[in-house]
């Protein structure tokens, strides 16, 4: 399963791992799971459509998520905080991946991050629930580019304006 994050400075298409992390990831319509899991639909109902990534530090990651566009807010499908799906074999190893951010221990919402580099010290803390496959160099370089003020917040807007979702990882986001 793929979704396309359409943002004011490119595609990012993003691959997730339904499998190995479901609760956090898988929700497309397609499974019986539908109205158990949570990144997949928050995308399928539109909730990150016109969302701001509000935190942005070039050389770790860029986050976004909430629909306050302040880092405060944002709820799962859950209606409340979900516990961690830490896997030992997904890791903030290198650059594009996605992960869910949190205030510590099963205090997943709606927020998620996206690595400008490898992260190891979030390994064990962080729900890595997918990876850039598609604007890593262009999309992901444009928003790290973004000056930010003294709070990381980019001076700029950078928006999700729509999502796609994809059945197929390789699908064309057309």
Known sequence: ???????NQGDLKIEIFCESVPKTAE???LTRLEKKQNFLALCAS???NGT????NLAGFMIQGGDPTGKGKGGESIYGTNFADEIRPTLRH???GIVSMANRGPGTNGSQFFITYAAAPHLDGKNTVFGRVIGGADTTLDAMEAI??????RPKDP?????????????????
């Open 1 to 7: 399963m793929s979704v396309t994050l359409r943002t």
């Open 27 to 29: 929700s497309s319509g």
């Open 46 to 48: 539109s909730y990150y």
């Open 52 to 55: 701001s990534f509000h935190r």
């Open 93 to 95: 190893n290198a650059r």
């Open 147 to 152: 000056e930010v003020d003294k709070k990381n």
């Open 158 to 174: 950078i928006r999700i304006d729509t999502v796609i979702l994809h059945a197929n990882p390789l699908a064309d986001p057309k």
